[in-house]
């Protein structure tokens, strides 16, 4: 059963655009949720994270959105750029208190020019 | 230096074979987790240490085994390794309760034959 959703696999964008990556969540007992960049031969590195009493958070170019009643979050990526292109993976946590992350299956991101 | 080395990076084994995935990490963190990468399954946990004494089974335990070493080294086996164990392998870092943020290895790719 997953938790957590990617939906879509894939995502084209052109350069300077709004990327927006979606992702939804089952368990209304996760807390923090944390959006992870992965190049290729690459480990995931963290972007940006919410916890669940905020429903907005933003680093730069970068705004995780968060809609609790929906389980809904999205990452915002604003201006799109040729090095964004990367896969993009949403992880929850904050099941009793285990500390665990549980991720997405993952959305592609290509910028293109 | 990488704070979170796997070795090897690139491995190929027969169907069978004892095979040991090594994690070091030089970030001083108590927590370390093993995932396996899977096309369209996303990251998906194997084992996690909470310390040295503290071994748990993720999601997808089952045909293999780790040893925490000391505070700095976690290894993952695979006892008798079968085709289906062919996956990208990641190991993380966490520096304890309440800090969601997770740091990642470069991977280690494994193919069975």
């Known amino acids: 059963d997953q938790q957590v959703k990617q939906n879509s696999p894939s995502l084209s964008v052109q350069e300077g655009r709004i990327s927006i990556l979606n992702c939804d969540y089952t368990?209304?007992?996760?807390?923090?949720f944390l959006w992870y960049k992965k190049y290729p031969a690459e480990g995931p590195t963290f972007l940006i994270s919410?916890?669940?009493?905020?429903d907005k958070n933003e680093d730069g170019r970068f705004t995780v959105f968060l809609n609790k009643s929906a389980k809904h979050l999205s990452l915002h990526i604003v201006p799109s750029q040729p090095g964004d292109s990367a896969v993009y993976f949403c992880?929850?946590?904050?099941?009793?208190?285990?500390?665990?992350?549980?991720f997405g299956t993952g959305t592609r991101l290509q910028v293109f020019p | 230096d990488a704070d979170v080395t796997q070795t090897p990076r690139n491995r190929i084994t027969k169907t069978g074979k004892r095979i040991m995935l090594e994690c070091s990490q030089t970030?001083?963190?108590?927590?370390m987790y093993w995932y396996r990468q899977d096309p369209g399954l996303g990251l998906r946990l194997i084992y996690y240490?909470?310390?040295?004494?503290?071994?748990n089974k993720g999601e997808i335990s089952d045909g293999y085994s780790v040893s925490r070493q000391a505070q700095a080294k976690f290894s993952l086996s695979l006892e008798s390794a079968i085709p289906n164990q062919t996956a990208l392998y990641f190991c993380?870092?966490?520096?304890?309760?309440?800090?969601?943020?997770?740091?990642f290895g470069p991977g280690t790719r494994l193919t069975v034959t």
């Open positions: 992880a929850a946590s904050g099941v009793r208190n285990t500390d665990k992350l549980i």
């Open positions: 368990n209304s007992m996760f807390d923090y």
């Open positions: 919410i916890s669940s009493i905020k």
């Open positions: 970030k001083g963190h108590d927590r």
């Open positions: 240490s909470f310390d040295v004494k503290d071994i």
């Open positions: 993380a870092t966490q520096r304890g309760w309440g800090n969601y943020e997770q740091y």
